[in-house]
Every structure is written in structure tokens, then in C-alpha cells.
């Protein structure tokens, strides 16, 4: 059964800029997320966001909330916003091909609200989250905290990096995963919103990306990887039935093609590397989602919620 959400369909590039602000797209993409759990068949998640959480025997009671004790016969603890249960952090590829398509959002943006509805979420629960921002390096990178500001500082980051695409600029995620698996708390769970094109589609070459995933599983680190695509462009190769002129957005190399013609042949190299990129990822037990940024964001958001409910 699909998720029911009453708010407007946030893939229209149109409806997403009336919406003001990162903060309030977040707000309502999560509220919508949860009356859609809620009014489902899907349950085992734990989306009820509770300001308190049970009294442990032995400690403080200057913090159990008097008036519950008298509404429930039980005893519990106002939480207040430096307790946290999990320590995660958000990393966003901001390199050229995540600027793809040119019309309507494209996967950067799509990335950037999901950072940001991810956000709200982390606050909601008391976890407590940081941001990198990386193309072929790491162009910033925060601590983790669950405060409200600490929330709004990172939304902030996040509307300089919509503002500001870049133009002509690689990716190189091996590089910045052992960067970041030296600079980050142990057993954190990290978050990876990429295109996976660094490797040009070249199997040989998932050798050293994932030996950078072993340095980050070795500092006990949970890794999900969210596979950005248009998938009626990228994947299915669907254009119109005329030559095309084609240019890297990285590279800026160009060519004119029909997508005829070379369909077949493209996709049978790209099934080849997602194959390969499958297997390295379930060797080392990281969690793969292939994210269509056509089709909203709720599967980004249950697939968080599952790997969260694992390790707490």
C-alpha cells in the first residue's frame, strides 16, 4: 500500500520554491512521512517522538515530569536537547553531474532537501547529526549535535550549496571517505547521497572506493548509500527518438549521439557496474538505495528509520 501524505507533491520544482525555506520543506515532508506510517499497514518503526523517556531506578529525580506520574502511574524523565541515542552524519556530493537534469530539480537539490528532511527527523529524535559537504575533496565538514542551532547552521550550509553548484568539478569519494573516517566519532552511522559516477562506470576501479568503506566499517561505522539518479534519463536512457548532443558536466567532454543506438550498449555496461557495486556493498554489509528524484522522498526516509531501529 503506498504511503498516504497530505501535503503537495514535492518533486515539482515550482511547488518546492513556494515553500519558502529548507526548514519548513523538512517539516512538512516529515510530518507527511509519518501521517503516511501512520495511516498504513507498515509498522516496526519507532516514529512516536516523545519528550521523555522512561525513569531508569537509581538516578536523578529531578527531572521525572510530576503531572505524566499523575496522568499514567509511571514515572518519566524530561529529556532536554544534549541527550541523543545516535550519532549520524550527512554526506553530500556536490560535484558537476549531480547538477543533472538541467530542468526541473535535479539530483543536487533532490539531495538537499532529503539532507534536510533527515535533519528534522535526527532533532525529532534526539540524535545527534553532521554535515560534509564534498565533490573531489572535503569542502567542509561539521562535529555532530542535536541542538536547534546547530540544526539551522546546517540548513544554511545547505542553501549556500543549492545556491552555489559547481561548474566542471569531479568527484573523488575515495578520497574523501578516508578523510572522513579519521576525523568522525567511532560507531556513527554515515550517510552517502551520491550519483556513484566517479568511477565512470569502470568495475576496476570499486577496488579503491571500497577499501576507503573498509576504513569507515573498521571504526565500526553503519554506512548507507543513497544512489541518486533520474532514473528515466540516467537509467532507462528514455530520450526522445532523434540525435542528441550530449556533454559531461564534469569533464565537459561532448558527443552526438542517437539513443537508439547506443541504448543497449549502455545499459548493458551500466547493469555490468551496478552489479559489481552491489556485491562490494553487500561483501561489506553497507546498505545500497537506489533513489529515483522523481519519486519523492519517503523511501529515503523508511530506510533511515530501519537501519536506526538495528542499531539502537
Not at 503506498?2 to 518546492?16: E, F, V
Not at 577499501?211 to 534519463?233: G, P, R, T, W, Y
Request: aromatic residues 10%; neutral net charge.
Amino acid at each position: 500500500m503506498p504511503y498516504i501524505s497530505l501535503m503537495p507533491k514535492l518533486n515539482d520544482d515550482q511547488q518546492i520554491r513556494q515553500l519558502a525555506n529548507l526548514e519548513l520543506l523538512a517539516r512538512q515532508v516529515v510530518e507527511g512521512f509519518i501521517t503516511g506510517l501512520h495511516q498504513s499497514p507498515f509498522h516496526g518503526f519507532s516514529v512516536e517522538f516523545a519528550e521523555h523517556r522512561l525513569y531508569n531506578n537509581g538516578e536523578s529525580v529531578k527531572n521525572i515530569d510530576w503531572k505524566l506520574l499523575a496522568r499514567t502511574d509511571k514515572l518519566f524523565v524530561k529529556q532536554f536537547e544534549e541527550e541523543t541515542n545516535l550519532r549520524c552524519y550527512l554526506l553530500l556530493d556536490t560535484s558537476s553531474s549531480m547538477n543533472f537534469p538541467e530542468k526541473g530539480i535535479n539530483k543536487l537539490q533532490f539531495s538537499i532537501y532529503a539532507i534536510a528532511s533527515l535533519m528534522h527527523l535526527f532533532k525529532k529524535q534526539r540524535d545527534a547529526f553532521g554535515l560534509c559537504l564534498f565533490s573531489d575533496k572535503v569542502d567542509w565538514l561539521s562535529s555532530a549535535k542535536s541542538t536547534t542551532t546547530h540544526l539551522f547552521h546546517l540548513y544554511a550550509e545547505l542553501e549556500k550549496a543549492y545556491n552555489n553548484p559547481k561548474i566542471s568539478t569531479v568527484t573523488n569519494i575515495t578520497q574523501v571517505l578516508h578523510h572522513v573516517a579519521n576525523e568522525i566519532h567511532q560507531r556513527s552511522m554515515v550517510i552517502i547521497f551520491s550519483d556513484m559516477l566517479e568511477n565512470s562506470l569502470n568495475p576496476e576501479k570499486l577496488q579503491s572506493l571500497f577499501a576507503a568503506v573498509q576504513h569507515l566499517k573498521f571504526s565500526k561505522h553503519e554506512v548507507v548509500i543513497f544512489n541518486v539518479s533520474d532514473k528515466q534519463k540516467e537509467l532507462d536512457f528514455n530520450f526522445d527518438n532523434r540525435p542528441h548532443h550530449f556533454v559531461d558536466m564534469e569533464s565537459g567532454a561532448e558527443i552526438k549521439v542517437h539513443p537508439g543506438k547506443v541504448r543497449d550498449a549502455y545499459q548493458a555496461a551500466l547493469t555490468q557496474y551496478r552489479h559489481q557495486l552491489e556485491l562490494k556493498c553487500a561483501q561489506y554489509h553497507i546498505d545500497l538505495v537506489d533513489v529515483d528524484i522523481n519519486a519523492g522522498y519517503h523511501e529515503v526516509l523508511k530506510t533511515y528509520l530501519a537501519k536506526r531501529n538495528k542499531m539502537v
